[in-house]
């Protein structure tokens, strides 16, 4: 196995890595794209809404399977969670615009509260 890490998206906030290699799959972690600190120092905060934090999360995602020397085009299945299921439009529609005609196959996972109060976390399985 080899692990993929990049300053491009967000880093492990615990004891994981970004994404893994392994037997020509990329499996990359549950993401929650942080918006960088306003001032030095400062917390890091997320994007403001579902659609800017999906937007967020698949920008970080992007960035790690471009690490790994894969792409979103290559990504062959998709777990989503959201804390609340009538987010679930809001989501698609920037899901839908992120990977165009590309469909693999997905979930979406209505749960509890997701951390640091995110709305939308992210995690992929690439060809790679």
């Known amino acids: ?11 492990p906030a615990g004891h994981y890595s970004q994404a893994l ?7 990359v972690s549950g993401q929650l794209r942080f918006l ?9 905060a997320l994007a403001s809404g579902a659609a800017a934090q999906t937007r967020e999360a698949l920008r970080s995602v ?3 399977l ?18 609340d299921v009538g987010l679930w439009d809001e989501v698609n529609r920037v899901y839908e615009t992120c990977f165009g005609e590309h469909r693999p196959a997905r979930a979406i996972v209505p749960t509890r509260e997701l951390h640091f109060g995110a709305l939308v976390e992210i995690s992929v399985i690439a060809v790679g």
């Open 66 to 83: 471009e690490a790994a020397g894969s792409s979103l085009a290559a990504v062959a299945s998709v777990t989503v969670y959201i804390p």
């Open 36 to 44: 960088p600190p306003l001032a030095p120092g400062a917390r890091p």
């Open 21 to 27: 290699r392994a037997n020509g799959f990329v499996f």
């Open 62 to 64: 992007r960035a790690i």
């Open 1 to 11: 196995m080899e692990i993929i890490h990049t300053p491009d998206a967000t880093l």
